[in-house]
């Protein structure tokens, strides 16, 4: 119901964008996020964005990270600029219909995760 994809390997100061191609029943009126899991480290909120737009982002990706929705694609982007290795890692897209699941981390659906490895 969730399908990410666009990761890959960047080197540092590179760009990488993110796409998540949602289910409708799902995706209408959800808040969608994306999330981010290194090795032996709890996944973590990266960026949120609401149906109407409003957005949320981590304090290490703002300035350097766009989370975007096109409603009408039931798609959910993220574009990365200014990469860092520190970015690396398994980036999950997730929706639910309340924000606030979003931002817990416990939203009701996960899409796939897509490697994404910063490194020269």
């Known amino acids: 119901q969730l399908q990410a994809s666009g990761g890959g390997l960047v080197q540092p100061g590179g760009s990488l964008k993110l796409s998540c191609a949602a289910s409708?029943?799902?995706?209408?009126?959800?808040?969608m996020g994306w999330y981010r899991q290194t090795p032996g480290e709890q996944r973590e909120l990266v960026a949120a964005?609401?149906?109407?737009?409003?957005?949320h982002y981590a304090d290490s990706v703002k300035g350097r990270f766009t989370i975007s929705r096109d409603n009408a694609k039931n798609t959910v982007y993220l574009q990365m600029n200014s990469l860092k290795p520190e970015d690396t890692g398994v980036y999950y897209c997730?929706?639910?219909?309340?924000?606030?699941?979003?931002?817990?981390?416990?939203?009701?659906?996960w899409g796939q995760g897509t490697l994404v490895t910063v490194s020269s």
């Open positions: 409708g029943e799902i995706f209408d009126g959800a808040a």
């Open positions: 997730a929706t639910d219909q309340v924000l606030h699941k979003i931002v817990v981390v416990t939203p009701q659906y």
């Open positions: 964005i609401l149906r109407g737009g409003g957005t």
